[in-house]
């Protein structure tokens, strides 16, 4: 079965985006590769940030979600209330501040600084859950 083995994510900033999450994620410093800021994941899929935006076009903030452990996601919440950060349960922003327990995990939603809406949860949604949504 095929794998993503990347993707580009635009940004303003590649190394300040790339950095953010990286932090975040307690991962290595993004590595410069040509025009991108790579910010390399666990599971081999590179995230590669871009200040490239088509002419004529704007930046449209994206939703990425990252699925952690129980222990990456208190270190993250750490992180992120260290930095008091603003954060939300649900992906349209409503719930401010708390943390979402779908399916018997944990989950929470911010914003990078390009708006992109980073998520963050313990288990993969189940079917029955998606179809309540």
Not at 57 to 74: C, G, I, M, S
């Amino acid at each position: 079965m095929p794998s993503l083995d990347h993707t580009i994510v635009h940004s303003t900033d590649r190394f300040a985006s790339a950095r953010f999450l990286a932090d975040l994620l307690g991962a290595p410093e993004p590595k410069a590769y040509g025009p991108f800021a790579a910010v390399k994941m666990d599971n081999g899929v590179t995230l590669d940030y871009a200040e490239h935006v088509p002419p004529g076009k704007e930046l449209v903030p994206t939703h990425y979600a990252f699925l952690v452990t129980e222990d990456e996601f208190d270190a993250i919440l750490a992180r992120i209330e260290t930095r008091e950060l603003p954060y939300w349960a649900d992906p349209m922003h409503s719930r401010a501040q708390e943390i979402n327990t779908h399916d018997g995990g944990r989950g929470l939603y911010l914003d990078d600084p390009d708006g992109h809406n980073m998520e963050f949860l313990t288990r993969t949604y189940s079917d029955e859950l998606l179809a309540s949504l």
